[in-house]
């Protein structure tokens, strides 16, 4: 007779890093991640699954894209959502301290581990050692977790602005949020 032990399953792992290059299966792993964030109506801007191959060729190109940074959040090793830091342009010197917060994202299967606030602070915290002082932010008006996030995180919401977005033939309000960080 084999006793009974008192075993329990292994909480999973959260991480988040700044990923420089795709590894084996982090591609296919972070296009899983966009399509279910997508089909959970929070893909950052997509609103129907784009062909793979266009999904693939966009995240290739976030890595090679010149003054962007990707975040990556991670559970048990598998990515589960992301967020990029985009710089302006060397052109806007009157900028140039402001950094921009876009493509966050957790799928829906790895929320409630606490990956969004992970992503976020890991970006500000790369942008603070950047010599970024400003990160902007703006989301549309049915994202109300991440509404109330950012401003658990010290954002302040600046502006509104009422034909930001449209879905399903309905036009959404967006907002916009700025947080001073250096």
Not at 94 to 120: C, D, E, Y
């Amino acid at each position: 007779m084999v006793e009974s032990t008192n075993l329990k399953p292994l909480e999973p792992t959260p991480t988040v890093e700044h990923l420089e290059k795709f590894n084996s299966g982090d591609l296919n792993d972070i296009c899983d991640a966009t399509d279910a964030a997508i089909e959970g109506g929070g893909g950052f801007g997509w609103v129907e699954l784009p062909a793979r191959d266009v999904l693939e060729r966009y995240w290739q190109g976030v890595l090679v894209m010149p003054r962007r940074t990707l975040f990556v959040a991670r559970l048990d090793g598998v990515i589960c959502g992301t967020c990029q830091l985009l710089e302006p342009p060397v052109n806007n010197e009157a900028q140039s301290f402001v950094i921009k917060l876009t493509t966050n994202f957790v799928t829906p299967w790895a929320r409630g581990h606490g990956l969004a606030k992970m992503l976020i602070e890991a970006a500000e915290k790369h942008a603070v050692a950047a010599g970024f002082e400003v990160i902007n932010l703006d989301i549309r008006e049915t994202l109300q977790r991440a509404k109330d996030l950012y401003e658990s995180m010290g954002y302040t919401k600046i502006g509104e602005h009422p034909h930001y977005a449209k879905i399903d033939g309905k036009v959404l309000k967006g907002y916009y949020y700025c947080k001073m960080i250096g």
